[in-house]
């Protein structure tokens, strides 16, 4: 089955900063790869998510990159804010390929400092 | 608000019971997912349901059974409950295709504690 890796496992950065948070992936038939956000006490939020036909998508402050070959992706955030502050899950799943659930990295605590 | 709800929010229960988590998906979604959250094992996919079918199973130990009303609601429930069963438990629905990787939309979860 798949499995995804994820780094680092903490990342502390400066207000207003970039962050990046990489994750790898095991099974060359996933082909679809969204990032969650989950805040205190709440459900995951999908935030963005990237298809495998596509290398990189951005939608505001947030972007993910797609390398099919290396088998990785990544979540860019920039100009950092306070209330980006959480804890961040990528995953990954093959569209198409039958009918199971989301196979997740074990996640990013995200620590923005003001 | 993602338009996925579930009750209760908190269940606190003794070894060996039996409960019921239930779960409204988005209207219009057919499909839901369960998964479980918790410090050791993280975020791992139980099973999933498509308009009343059981479409696949994941990490679901033969305690537990899930099963999805005309409704759309779904239920899971969990026997013989252990200690180590303790967690978070996540409903998610997508839209209206059986097949797996359409976006997923989560519930605000259970917190299960077993005493």
């Known amino acids: 089955g798949e499995n995804v890796e994820q780094h680092p496992s903490t990342l502390s950065v400066q207000e207003g900063d970039s962050a990046v948070i990489k994750c790898t992936y095991s099974d060359s038939a996933s082909n679809y790869f969204p990032w969650y956000k989950q805040e205190l006490g709440k459900g995951p939020q999908l935030i963005i998510d990237i298809r495998s036909n596509v290398g990189e998508k951005k939608d505001q402050r947030i972007a993910v990159t797609l390398n099919k070959t290396a088998k990785h992706f990544s979540l860019h955030i920039t100009e950092t804010q306070p209330e980006d502050s959480a804890v961040y899950f990528c995953?990954?799943?093959?569209?198409?390929?039958?009918?199971?659930?989301?196979?997740f990295g074990k996640g990013t605590h995200l620590i923005i400092q003001p | 608000d993602s338009g996925v709800t579930q009750t209760p929010k908190h269940l606190i229960t003794a070894t060996g019971q039996r409960v019921t988590l239930r779960c409204s998906p988005r209207?219009?979604?057919?499909?839901v997912y369960w998964y479980q959250q918790s410090l050791d094992q993280g975020l791992q996919f139980l099973i999933h349901y498509y308009n009343g079918e059981e479409r696949a199973k994941g990490n679901i130990l033969e305690r537990f059974s899930a099963q999805q009303f005309p409704d759309l609601h779904s239920e899971l429930n969990l026997s013989s409950l252990e200690l180590g069963d303790s967690a978070l438990y996540f409903c998610?629905?997508?839209?209206?295709?059986?097949?797996?990787?359409?976006?997923?939309?989560f519930g605000p979860g259970t917190r299960l504690t077993v005493l």
């Open positions: 209207s219009g979604d057919l499909s």
């Open positions: 998610a629905s997508s839209v209206n295709t059986w097949t797996s990787g359409d976006e997923q939309f």
């Open positions: 995953a990954a799943i093959a569209r198409g390929g039958g009918a199971d659930g989301l196979t």
